[in-house]
Antibody
Framework: EVRLVESGGVVVQPGGSLRLSCAASGFIFNDYAMHWVRQAPGKGLEWLSLITWDGRSTYSADSVKGRFTISRDNSKRSVYLQMNSLRPEDTAFYYC????????????WGQGTLVTVSP | QSVLTQPPSVSAAPGQKVTISCSGGSSYTGNNYIFWYQHLPGTAPKLLIYDNDKRPSGIPDRFSGSRSGTSATLGITGLQTGDEADYYCGTWDGDLSVWVFGGGTKLTVL
């Protein structure tokens, strides 16, 4: 069974930094690209970042480019999202999602972790 | 800028059929596969349709997807109260190297 478990969501002050983690199990982790997606309160889903299976290539939405960095450690079956210069509008549930291959759409998602950016 | 447009809400009675549209801009061609996701707040989103019209294993055939030009449609027949959720279309924009979601459609089963 594919399982993705996000962690690291907390309350953080504006301008602060945070690293989210996503632990994967139930599939050959280093065969697949991985993504981060978020949903702000009352808003729709927003794609954030993609990392290829080998970690050599990453792609990000303009809204987070330069502030958020996706990375992965295949030996730990984990993907990460380093978030810097956090803003109140970054408050959201953050989901990691498994790609069907390489930029081929997400087939499994985690339950999400809540990040709140507030003074 | 890539945009996928969905109606904000749709509704229908139990047992009826509903369709949700997803319209892309002029940048979308037949090479952009459309995906559909169901999202119940507080839970993990679920893949319903991939590659325009394919269902993953475990998704009942009440759910269907179709594609015509730059538009796609999700169909749900035999509506159940458990189908009440938000539905999102999405696609990978190979030109911009970004994933794009539609704004989401809230389905109410009256």
């Amino acid at each position: 069974e594919v399982r993705l478990v996000e962690s690291g969501g907390v309350v953080v002050q504006p301008g602060g930094s945070l690293r989210l983690s996503c632990a994967a199990s139930g599939f050959i982790f280093n065969d697949y690209a991985m993504h981060w997606v978020r949903q702000a309160p009352g808003k729709g889903l927003e794609w954030l970042s993609l990392i290829t299976w080998d970690g050599r290539s990453t792609y990000s939405a303009d809204s987070v480019k330069g502030r958020f960095t996706i990375s992965r450690d295949n030996s730990k079956r984990s993907v990460y999202l380093q978030m810097n210069s956090l803003r109140p509008e970054d408050t959201a549930f953050y989901y990691c999602a498994k790609d069907r291959g390489a930029a081929a759409g997400f087939d499994y998602w985690g339950q999400g972790t809540l990040v709140t950016v507030s003074p | 800028q890539s945009v996928l447009t969905q109606p904000p809400s749709v509704s229908a009675a139990p047992g009826q059929k509903v369709t949700i549209s997803c319209s892309g801009g002029s940048s979308y061609t037949g090479n952009n596969y459309i995906f559909w996701y169901q999202h119940l707040p507080g839970t993990a989103p679920k893949l319903l349709i991939y590659d325009n019209d394919k269902r993953p294993s475990g998704i009942p055939d009440r759910f269907s997807g179709s594609r015509s030009g730059t538009s796609a449609t999700l169909g749900i027949t035999g509506l159940q109260t458990g189908d009440e959720a938000d539905y999102y279309c999405g696609t990978w924009d190979g030109d911009l190297s970004v994933w794009v979601f539609g704004g989401g459609t809230k389905l109410t089963v009256l």
